[in-house]
């Protein structure tokens, strides 16, 4: 199936299909894109935003730990102040960065949730409370390849946290996401189906391993990147979150830093509807749920053993000489996140 340039062949009729299914699918800077979400005005637009020193993105292939490291960092610059948090959904204290927030929809979509605030469905933070827990940092998160970043991000103006996950997982969480995610056409893709165009990275963000790999070289020459890995924070949460205070030069005392870290355990998270994306139009959690199983190693349960095979010689091609690795099983099970505190 791979080629000896690493290529794999995915046949003409299944990319095709791929979209066809996706709504408003279109090509841009050699990406699919979809077309309910981002505009290639939206894309060109934000190249020139100008970030601030204290900023933060959070970057990432889709299904890595988004969510997750969005939370956590949510939670640190809120001063570990996780009651002020559960009153406002995820995506108001960490947006979209390439949403195109100039179509009707969004703007429909805001109006309804301002709406059930009025009518007191949604929590509402009161006025004090909201100068109370101002954030320290102004927070977003995207999936835009690394070229395609705004260029002040690019030149360092502002902190970008990067999370990735072993491609295996990632693929299998990926593959359930286009069945639930209304904007990628809940697509009723196979398994068998989807895997060939994940390995070959003819979907939406292109290939794990071209977003992954310059998004680590990067990182290994630029004071202003933190790469962080899915299965290191699944091993020890406590570790990660020093690292995210050290490289944002935040401290969090003992009791806020326990705070953070149980309000964003997979349980805790999973049960927040402030953090588990429910009721966000763009899902559809009656197929599959956004916090899904959070594990290391679900793969297992997907790959056969040729698709294995395939994938562990593609891995090994493109990961060669990048002093990159990741786990593709728990050492041990992993029953619960490790929590030193
Ligand atoms: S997205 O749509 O790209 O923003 O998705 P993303 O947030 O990157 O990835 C979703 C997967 O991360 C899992 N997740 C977690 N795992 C462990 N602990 C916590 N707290 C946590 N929060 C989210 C989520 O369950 C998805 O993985 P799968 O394997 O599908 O369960």
């Given at each position: 199936?791979?080629?000896?340039?690493?290529?794999?062949?995915?046949?003409?009729?299944?990319?095709?299909?791929?979209?066809?299914?996706?709504?408003?699918?279109?090509?841009?800077?050699?990406?699919?894109?979809?077309?309910?979400?981002?505009s290639?005005?939206?894309?060109?637009?934000?190249?020139?935003?100008?970030?601030?020193?204290?900023?933060?993105?959070?970057?990432?292939?889709?299904?890595?730990?988004?969510?997750?490291?969005?939370?956590?960092?949510?939670?640190?610059?809120?001063?570990?102040d996780?009651?002020?948090?559960?009153?406002?959904?995820?995506?108001?204290r960490?947006?979209?960065?390439?949403?195109?927030?100039?179509?009707?929809?969004?703007?429909?979509?805001?109006?309804?949730?301002?709406?059930?605030?009025?009518?007191?469905?949604?929590?509402?933070?009161?006025?004090e409370?909201?100068?109370?827990?101002k954030?320290?940092?102004?927070?977003?998160?995207?999936?835009?390849?690394?070229?395609?970043?705004?260029?002040?991000?690019?030149?360092?103006?502002?902190?970008?946290?990067?999370?990735?996950?072993?491609?295996?997982?990632?693929?299998?969480?990926?593959?359930?996401?286009?069945?639930?995610?209304?904007?990628?056409?809940?697509?009723?893709?196979?398994?068998?189906?989807?895997?060939?165009?994940?390995?070959?990275?003819?979907?939406?963000?292109?290939?794990?391993?071209?977003?992954?790999?310059?998004?680590?070289?990067?990182?290994?020459?630029?004071?202003?990147?933190?790469?962080?890995?899915?299965?290191?924070?699944?091993?020890?949460?406590?570790?990660e979150?020093?690292?995210?205070?050290?490289?944002?030069?935040?401290?969090?005392?003992?009791?806020?830093?326990?705070?953070?870290?149980?309000?964003?355990?997979?349980?805790?998270?999973?049960?927040?509807?402030?953090?588990?994306?429910?009721?966000?139009?763009?899902?559809?959690?009656?197929?599959?749920?956004?916090?899904?199983?959070?594990?290391v190693?679900?793969w297992?349960?997907?790959?056969?053993?040729?698709?294995?095979?395939?994938?562990?010689?593609?891995?090994?091609?493109?990961?060669?000489?990048?002093?990159?690795?990741?786990?593709?099983?728990?050492?041990?099970?992993?029953?619960?996140?490790?929590?030193?505190?």
């Amino acid at each position: 199936m791979m080629d000896g340039n690493g290529n794999i062949k995915v046949p003409e009729e299944l990319k095709a299909k791929y979209l066809f299914r996706l709504p408003q699918a279109y090509n841009f800077a050699d990406y699919i894109w979809p077309g309910l979400l981002m505009s290639p005005q939206r894309i060109l637009a934000i190249r020139d935003i100008e970030f601030q020193p204290s900023d933060i993105i959070i970057a990432s292939y889709p299904k890595s730990g988004t969510t997750w490291v969005s939370e956590l960092v949510s939670a640190i610059v809120h001063n570990g102040d996780t009651e002020a948090i559960k009153a406002k959904r995820q995506h108001e204290r960490v947006p979209w960065l390439e949403l195109n927030t100039d179509y009707a929809w969004v703007k429909l979509y805001d109006f309804w949730q301002s709406a059930q605030k009025a009518l007191g469905y949604s929590p509402t933070v009161k006025e004090e409370d909201e100068k109370k827990s101002k954030p320290v940092a102004r927070v977003w998160f995207t999936h835009l390849p690394l070229e395609l970043l705004p260029k002040s991000a690019l030149e360092g103006g502002c902190r970008i946290i990067y999370v990735s996950r072993n491609p295996k997982d990632n693929a299998v969480s990926f593959f359930h996401f286009h069945q639930m995610a209304r904007f990628l056409g809940q697509q009723t893709t196979t398994w068998e189906e989807f895997f060939p165009l994940y390995a070959s990275g003819d979907i939406y963000c292109g290939s794990w391993f071209e977003h992954v790999l310059s998004y680590w070289t990067f990182s290994r020459v630029n004071k202003h990147v933190l790469f962080l890995k899915y299965e290191d924070m699944k091993k020890d949460l406590s570790r990660e979150v020093s690292n995210i205070c050290d490289f944002i030069d935040f401290d969090l005392d003992n009791e806020a830093r326990k705070r953070v870290i149980h309000h964003c355990t997979f349980d805790t998270m999973k049960n927040n509807r402030m953090a588990n994306r429910e009721g966000v139009w763009l899902f559809n959690q009656a197929r599959s749920k956004f916090m899904r199983k959070g594990v290391v190693g679900d793969w297992k349960n997907y790959f056969t053993v040729g698709q294995s095979e395939i994938f562990d010689q593609l891995y090994s091609y493109k990961m060669k000489g990048s002093n990159l690795d990741y786990e593709f099983d728990p050492e041990e099970p992993f029953e619960g996140e490790k929590t030193k505190l």
